[in-house]
């Protein structure tokens, strides 16, 4: 059989891609990114080069100086670079989400200023939703946008975003009193362009990135706070112009369903690599007087997160095909984010097993993802998120008449 997550029915171009991002990944990826997450260190060198290979542009239009590939394209290019070191791919995640927001949803001074430059990697785009008070709840959150004049002034506090420092672009959702009779009506996106970097910012005054969250995993990407004191933002600052105002709701969950495919992506490249390295360790170890592959109850455990891969990639790939052609995905997307962040959860920890004590040791790999894999059951939505989507779609189609 052909190795692990192929996927069928690819281009010529998307298939030279995803060789070039692996063997990238290979190369430059996984021989440091123990040393840089053990180390909470940024990957500068790794950037540069993901920059160097177009992928900070790999969905943008062409006319926008992007490479113009698809959601699929983009899943797969993610999962790649996951299998390497998923710290590697949040940095490329929020930058793609918000690069889709404004391709789908900005105005046309909106796409024609900032879609060039992040092509580039010039701009890094960062992603805000959740606050201190509030995650999936989107309803309750705070962070106010009150007109004055020609200008909102914002006032608030928002939680949780990755690439808050080094980006220069954050989509962030707050309310706003336009008089909708639901909240959801009363909620708009803005862009709010400051200078990347710490503290208060001199491009945005009131805008500031206090520092770094720590964590247990997920390193080497900043996580950070962003709080908000009378910043003052021109009303085209609303992503799609003025008019859009309102319309932040939908915006952003149009962003999650493809922040959902991101997120099934990295799980299925964790879930490959712990497999990779689970499945040589049991060649190599020898207990009781034969290889550990040679042992039932170890060939089992290989065949059972072999299989779980299988279904968690297919699933992805499904649901990155619905929305590349114009479907909606909400459903699809749901359910491969809660597959593959289940299933990656469980091959990570089998790997860990496998490995026995030395699974404990920093020295080895499964030490790390053993980390970086509990992230993934609530990043962009819990599981019970993704089952109540998930659900409620099913009694749409499903429902008694």
Not at 77 to 106: C, D, K, P
Request: aromatic share 6%.
């Amino acid at each position: 059989m052909a190795r692990l997550a192929q996927t069928p029915g690819l281009t010529d171009v998307q298939e030279s891609i995803l060789e070039t991002v692996r063997e990238f990944v290979d190369k430059e990826i996984i021989p440091h990114a123990q040393h840089l997450e053990h180390d909470d260190v940024y990957p500068a060198d790794i950037v540069d080069g993901m920059r160097e290979m177009g992928l900070f542009g790999l969905t943008i239009p062409e006319e926008h100086g992007g490479l113009g590939e698809s959601l699929l394209t983009y899943a797969l290019v993610v999962e790649q670079l996951s299998r390497g070191w998923m710290s590697v791919s949040g940095i490329v995640n929020t930058h793609f989400i918000v690069a889709y927001l404004v391709s789908q949803h900005g105005s046309a001074e909106q796409k024609a200023s900032l879609l060039p430059r992040m092509a580039a990697g010039e701009v890094r785009g960062a992603f805000s939703m959740s606050e201190p008070g509030c995650g999936s709840d989107v309803a309750a959150i705070r962070t106010k946008a009150v007109a004055d004049g020609d200008d909102y002034v914002i006032n608030g506090q928002k939680m949780w975003l990755t690439n808050g420092a080094y980006s220069s672009v954050v989509a962030t959702l707050v309310k706003t009193d336009l008089g909708a009779e639901s909240v959801y009506g009363n909620m708009t996106t803005f862009l709010l362009e400051k200078a990347p970097g710490f503290g208060e910012n001199e491009a945005l005054p009131g805008l500031t990135i206090p520092g770094r969250i720590e964590k247990m995993g997920y390193k080497g990407v900043e996580t950070t706070e962003m709080v908000l004191e009378d910043v003052r933002v021109p009303k085209d600052a609303v992503l799609g112009g003025a008019d859009q105002a309102g319309r932040g709701f939908y915006q952003m969950m149009d962003g999650i369903e493809v922040g959902r495919v991101n997120v099934a992506a990295r799980a299925c490249g964790i879930s490959i690599r712990a497999f990779e390295l689970a499945i040589a360790y049991a060649q190599q170890r020898q207990t009781f007087g034969a290889p550990l592959v040679k042992h039932q109850a170890i060939a089992f455990k290989l065949a059972e997160m072999a299989t779980k891969i299988e279904a968690a990639h297919a699933l992805m790939v499904n649901a990155a095909r619905l929305k590349d052609a114009g479907q909606r995905n909400d459903v699809e997307a749901g359910m491969a984010k809660l597959l593959a962040s289940e299933y990656c959860a469980e091959v990570v920890q089998e790997s860990f097993r496998i490995h026995g004590g030395y699974g404990y040791s920093k020295e080895y790999e499964i030490e790390r993802l053993m980390r970086e894999a509990p992230f993934l059951l609530i990043g962009e939505g819990t599981s019970e998120i993704q089952k109540t989507i998930i659900s409620r779609g099913l009694l749409k189609e499903y429902g008694v008449r």
